[in-house]
């Protein structure tokens, strides 16, 4: 089984300035990890993901994270936020199954 | 992109009916449907995973004669809600995948209040 922790539940960030989100997760089987954003009553939205290769790995809207296996990390960054960026962000992980674990949530707020 | 829709968005009852939740692939096949359960403020819990044509695999601690999912072909699965009490209200969220990628992919959600 995986797990996630998302280790920070709420982000304030003013506008323009970079903001981090860290996600860190368990498991005993190579996995999948994943960053999803969700807006008010809202469904999710893939923001990007990691399966295997290159350990940066860019998403949209101007995110990438970094995979890194000895700390067992895939920790969410943008360099310069905008107030459009205010959502919840999820962290999540999968094994082979495809069944996702989520993480608790990290609301971003981006204030002017 | 593939699309997922779900309908209805929202939908309010009285305590003791059924609700059905509909989850469409739009653009794909999904061979695998799963369902979501999100209170508010709070994360996504996998309540069950459904595969066209077979039976749904519900997570621990679902109640799977409470909870009734069916997934009768390669664009749609439903579940149902039945008897529903207060305690069932949340906000229900489906996503699919296809036979090929790690992906899935989430519709918009259905927002059920039992009152």
């Known amino acids: 089984a995986q797990s996630v922790t998302q280790l920070d539940s709420q982000v304030p960030v003013f506008e323009e300035a970079p903001v981090e989100l860290r996600c860190n997760y368990s498991?005993?089987?190579?996995?999948?990890l994943f960053w999803y954003v969700q807006y008010p009553n809202q469904g999710l939205q893939l923001l990007l993901k990691y399966l295997s290769g290159s350990t940066l790995v860019k998403g949209i809207n101007g995110f990438e994270a970094e995979f890194n296996k000895s700390q067992t990390s895939f920790h969410l960054r943008k360099p310069s936020v905008h107030i459009s960026d205010t959502a919840e962000y999820f962290c999540a992980v999968s094994g082979h199954d495809y069944k996702l674990s989520f993480g608790a949530g990290t609301t971003v707020t981006v204030r002017a | 992109g593939a699309v997922v829709s779900q309908h209805p968005s929202r939908v309010i009852c009285k305590s003791g009916t059924s609700v059905k939740i509909e989850c469409r692939s739009l653009d794909f096949q999904a061979t695998t449907m799963f369902w979501y359960r999100q209170f508010p403020k709070q994360s996504l819990m996998l309540m069950a995973t459904s595969n066209e044509g077979s039976k749904a695999t519900y997570e621990q601690g679902v109640e799977k004669d409470k909870f009734l999912i069916n997934h009768a072909s390669l664009t749609l699965s439903t579940l149902t809600v039945t008897s529903a009490h207060p305690e069932d209200s949340s906000f229900y969220i489906c996503?699919?995948?296809?036979?090929?990628?790690?992906?899935?992919?989430f519709g918009p959600g259905t927002r059920l209040t039992v009152l």
């Open positions: 498991s005993s089987v190579s996995v999948y």
């Open positions: 996503s699919a995948r296809g036979s090929e990628g790690n992906e899935q992919f």
